[in-house]
């Protein structure tokens, strides 16, 4: 890591900190262990989760590292700061606003928790009746500008929509936010050289860009990209998309588990593509989740009713009941292992084959 970069890191750091009066020197010792231990998981963890996030969406854990080069953005009420276990709505942003993947993810003591919410769930947006959940941040946000509020209070309007609209599906209280431009997810796939996949059958699909051969292969940039947004010809649809979102979480967790300047690289491809709350503690979260010292990670998709329901004016979306949803929900992120979850992670050499 250079002098330059290592400034860089620390104003970022202290910009998102400034609350806390950290000093100075603290930030630039922590950041400068953290790129030095390859094997020390909790920063790699950051990094892997900030990144899959902005590749629509990993399915792994707690986001955003100091570094990202954008500013927090909206105070979530005063009553959810300062938890022990801190809930997020992680959600990956498309150029028009809609939320094209949405987790919801807790990061306790032995590790952290992600459950896949699907883009096209017919569930309440407070305020706007039933839409689909990928509607919910534009809804909010198009809804502030009307009102003739500012872009900035607009953006936060959808921000806090989109957490609203989580928190009555789930029944949690979510603590924090973090979104993320999908697009980013080749830069990020490209720096750190590429992430392994395994699909059971060849696909090529001209609509996503996706061209993958039956196996084992690793693909980044607009690969990348395109294997995390291709639905058309899997046969469970966005549902099967998910899954993928999974598993490529997955494989990125543990090819930058033991990545010694992961944490650097990341953040610098992620520059200026996330935006957080403001009371989002990231500094705290990073020294969190560099304490464990093997975090195990878990994840898992809401039950889902009916993959095929009609909505009204003949619009296909996916059925979910809030009663299952929150009792499933309740009970992944307290640790339990319902049906739909996967087992613990931990490093394997082979990535999850999936459709």
């Known amino acids: 890591m250079t002098d330059d970069r290592t400034e860089s890191l620390i104003r970022d750091a202290l910009a998102h900190e400034a609350n806390r009066a950290v000093d100075p020197n603290v930030v630039r010792n922590q950041l400068a262990r953290s790129a030095r231990a390859p094997r020390r998981r909790g920063p790699a963890l950051i990094a892997a989760t900030v990144a899959g996030v902005a590749g629509v969406a ?11 080069g954008q500013e927090p953005d909206h105070a979530m009420p005063a009553a959810e700061q300062s938890v022990s276990e801190p809930t ?6 498309d150029a028009n606003g809609q939320s094209d993947t949405v987790l919801l993810s807790r990061v306790r003591s032995d590790g952290v928790a992600v459950v896949s919410l699907p883009r096209d769930a017919w569930v309440e947006v407070p305020g706007h009746g039933q839409q689909r959940l990928s509607t919910a941040y ?21 921000a806090t929509t989109l957490v609203d609209t989580v928190a009555t599906l789930t029944g949690e209280s979510v603590d924090h936010y973090a ?19 395994c699909v059971h059958e060849a696909h090529h699909d001209p609509l996503s860009g996706v061209d993958l051969d039956a196996g084992r292969q690793t693909v980044s940039g607009d690969q990348a990209l395109a294997f995390l947004r291709q639905r058309r010809e899997l046969p469970e649809g966005d549902l099967d998309r998910m899954t993928r979102l999974q598993a490529f979480g997955e494989s990125l967790f543990h090819s930058l588990a033991d990545s010694e300047d992961a944490f650097t690289t990341v953040a610098g ?11 989002l503690d990231v500094l705290g979260l990073a020294e969190k989740l560099a304490s464990m010292s093997d975090p195990g990670l878990t994840t898992a998709t809401i039950p889902i009713a009916d993959p095929e329901q009609t909505a009204p004016g003949g619009m296909a979306v996916i059925g979910v009941e809030e009663d299952e949803v929150r009792e499933f929900v309740g009970a992944f992120l307290d640790g339990e292992t319902p049906e739909g979850t996967t087992p613990e992670l931990r490093p394997t050499s082979e990535p999850r084959c999936v459709n």
């Open 269 to 279: 491809a992620l520059d200026g593509h996330v935006r957080t709350d403001e009371n």
């Open 138 to 158: 534009q809804l909010g946000r198009q809804a502030a500008l009307d009102a003739g509020q500012s872009e900035e209070d607009a953006d936060r309007k959808g």
């Open 88 to 93: 997020l709505v992680i959600a990956g942003m």
């Open 58 to 68: 990993i399915a792994v854990t707690a986001i955003v590292v100091p570094g990202t």
């Open 179 to 197: 979104l993320v431009d999908t697009a980013a997810v080749g830069a990020v796939t490209t720096a750190i050289g590429g992430v392994e996949v």
